[in-house]
């Protein structure tokens, strides 16, 4: 029988000393000795953001008072071009900042259902989808006297495409699809959707929320119509940041959104009688932006516009491919499983492990250091963020994970599960 060599911390120090994106960890606030691998929830601070927003503060709002919004008006916009150009794979136009990805989805789910051959009466959705995507389609099913099609799906690897192919046929309307796993991180090939939802006369939202800023996305050449996604994840814009929407150039003037607000106007300071929005993506705009959560996308995305999206996925995979050789070797031991799929090509930069005493154990690596967290059923989600995780990060976390498991320190921890997991 052939040993197996065991992953030193040498090893991960070897891969940290390759490492070209390396010194962007020093552009983020890190100042202990804490593991952070939770930023697939909320990123890390970047260091130029705090100065960023002080300055809209203070001079932005402090002193131009009402005379800035003759900048802040255009933000939504410009932020939506640089997004669509660093991370997004689609055009200028194409890209706005707007609400938050549940309203996103609210918005260009029920254009697309307004938009609908009325004889097509059901929208297919993931049964193991994030909790808020299947809500607001359920929501819409009931307001639209439409039927929901949830297709189950392996919580490890994800929703499978014969499926998929077999759920959606003419009568569907609609598909709701996150093209990242929020649970275990499986990533589906976009293209081979939007072909399979095109080929039914059926229309698809994407969720990007735990896939932007992490894989490379080209919308455009996948043939995608809609999509929204968030920007506090990978993008480090930070808690309650606005999301984003995009709706493709040939389909934005013949899809009308349901909340019809006077940011998506034509004249929008004409405060004319009736409501008659712009044909570009301006018109799924609503409301006043929340500027002050919006001024730190743009510190955070130029650290990503910097490094470049196809270095990250780089990077990120091998981050990913480390983690899971050491659950190989030192946690399956132990009685962890990975819940994640095996092939790097087909996960994003997270990683499930499946305990009996998941959440037991995720409160005690926390308090030894190793921020992760923890999802239903029974699983630790680890996200090792290439900007800012070193190779010798993963060896630690999973090394303070081996002895929190042999000391047995979780039996100390709550079985009762706190607000937040
Ligand atoms: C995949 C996914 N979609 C949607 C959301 C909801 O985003 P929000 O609460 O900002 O609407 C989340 C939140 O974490 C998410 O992970």
Known sequence: MTQVEQISRADAERLDGRDELAAFRTRFVVDD????LDGNSLGRLPRETPEVVDAVVRAGWGQGLIGSWHEWIDW??????????AVLGASAGEVVLSDSTSVNLYKLAAAALGDADPSRRTIVVDAEDFPTNRYIMQGLARAHGMTIRAIGSDLDEGISLADLEAAVNDEVALVVLSLVSYRCGALLDMARVNDIARAAGSRVVWDLSHAVGAVPVELGSAGTELAVGCTYKYLNAGPG?????????????????????????????????DYDPVGTVGRFLVSTPPVLSMAPLGPALMLIEQAGIDELRRKGTGLTEFLVALVRQRLEPHGFRLAS??????????????????????????????ICDFRQPRRIRLAPVPLYTRFIDVWDAVDRLCHVMTTQRYER?????SRVT
């Open 241 to 273: 940041a606005p999301a984003f929407l995009y709706v493709r150039d040939d389909v934005q003037a013949s899809l009308r959104q349901p909340i019809w607000g006077w940011f998506g106007q034509r004249d929008q300071f004409g405060m004319g009688a």
């Open 33 to 36: 000795d804490t593991i952070y």
């Open 76 to 85: 939504s916009a410009a932020l939506g071009d640089r997004l669509a150009s």
């Open 341 to 370: 799929p095996a092939d790097a090509q087909r996960r994003g930069t997270h990683v499930a492990l499946e305990h009996s005493e998941a959440w037991r154990i995720c409160q005690a690596l926390t308090a030894a250091g190793v």
């Open 413 to 417: 921890f709550s079985a009762s599960r």
